[in-house]
């Protein structure tokens, strides 16, 4: 299995998935024309993934903003991580949120509740 790296834009985020590691990352803006289209490769690589897990599958969420279309694809990823979890495998989910972004921060809370998988929502200061 490959790994993915994707350079962010203004309009879609940095993404580094390594399935040696088990850590994946998604940092940056997410506002892509089309989500779908965008998350499409990167949901497919993730059930292709849940085949065989690394031990600890760790995601870090880094977003500065993201559409609601990008949502909807967040969702779907993350129950794709929730199967893995469900299976018996360590998954970690770091939500990471500016200190003076408190819409971020409940978002992170919401998606919480929606999957099953604990969260790490990590406050981090104001990027200059």
């Not at 350079?7 to 989500?35: C, H, R």
């Not at 993934?49 to 903003?65: G, I």
């Not at 992170?108 to 790490?120: C, H, T, Y």
Request: net charge negative; with cysteine; aromatic share 14%.
């Amino acid at each position: 299995m490959k790994k993915i790296s994707i350079k962010g834009t203004k309009l879609s985020p940095a993404v580094d998935f390594d399935p040696t590691t088990g850590k994946l990352s998604i940092k940056g803006v997410s506002i892509p024309e089309n989500a779908a289209l965008f998350y499409k490769p990167l949901i497919a690589w993730i059930k292709k993934y849940s085949d065989s897990p690394h031990d600890v599958t760790e995601l870090d969420f880094r977003l500065e903003y993201f559409n609601t279309s990008s949502s909807k694809c967040f969702i779907d990823f993350l129950k794709e991580l929730e199967q893995i979890y469900n299976a018996g495998n360590e998954v970690v989910i770091n939500w990471y949120f500016e200190e003076e972004d408190y819409d971020m921060y409940v978002t992170g809370e919401d998606f919480q509740s929606i999957i099953k998988i604990p969260f790490n929502i990590i406050k981090v200061p104001a990027a200059e």
